[in-house]
DNA sequence: ACGCTATACCTGTCAGTGCGAGGTATAGTT
DNA sequence: AACTATACCTCGCACTGACAGGTATAGCGT
């Protein structure tokens, strides 16, 4: 199977770091573990790329941090969602709604066409 | 109704403009007219935009574009989507589903808690 | 003749975003 | 002592859409 492109994804790694932390807190490694696993075949996230957006998530104030000294006596950074985040999270969720309106409005329009191409995908 | 943000469209511009072309030839002035059309009131893109889109997918050879007089007493630039071009539609349509798959996955994954924020969607 | 609108193309610069390579440190295991 | 897993981080790259702006012509109304 092939893997989600950065083309694809783009814009939307926000988005799925919040429904992680939907979930519950959480902290940066175990949120790369958590996602991988969710999305096992489909994407593989790198830790380079998502202690970038927990930090761009908190500079937006859509989460909070708090450092925690876990049973492994390792340090680790909390996250949670704050109120604004969650409403974020909401609101990322109707955009994806939308996208998926307008891909299938594009899609469909072009049916006659397309038809053919889609037959043969298969995931 | 809101608008979908650059952050969920991108990378999909590209896909949308590739949709319009397997409908047939066209160029750009109409394309962007026909899919703001097509995405009434969902999105509304400017020439700006499309233009550097369709080069880069001539860059690509995913479309060729060949001028033409239409009957305005205009030249027009038409493009039409090459073999390369076809093959490269399907696999973005692949690659919708599969950020559609991982969407529910993760939407489905986070449920308990997701449902009160979507039970208020309401496009 | 004049101005306005629609048609039709274009460029350059900006900000946002994921990626990958690389770095640091510690606990536990072999 | 070496290695792996855990746990954090930064920097620079490449790509992409947004936006402002520019050029030119046809056709219409005044």
Redesign the pocket.
């Given at each position: 199977m092939k893997k989600l492109r950065?083309?694809t994804?783009?814009?939307?790694?926000?988005t799925l770091l919040l429904s992680i932390l939907e979930s519950g807190p959480s902290?940066?490694?175990?949120i790369v573990k958590e996602l991988n696993a969710r999305a096992e075949g489909i994407l593989k996230?790198?830790?380079?790329?998502i202690?970038?957006?927990?930090?761009?998530l908190e500079a937006k104030k859509l989460i909070a941090s708090k450092w925690r000294l876990?049973d492994?006596?390792?340090?680790?950074?909390y996250y949670r969602l704050t109120p604004k985040g969650r409403r974020a999270f909401a609101n990322n969720l109707q955009q994806w709604q939308m996208l998926t309106m307008l891909i299938g409005k594009v899609v469909q329009t072009a049916e006659n066409k397309v038809i053919p191409h889609l037959k043969g995908i298969s995931l």
């Open positions: 950065k083309q994804l783009d814009g939307n790694v926000e902290y940066g490694y175990a996230l790198g830790e380079g790329t202690y970038p957006v927990l930090h761009r876990a492994n006596k390792r340090q680790r950074k």
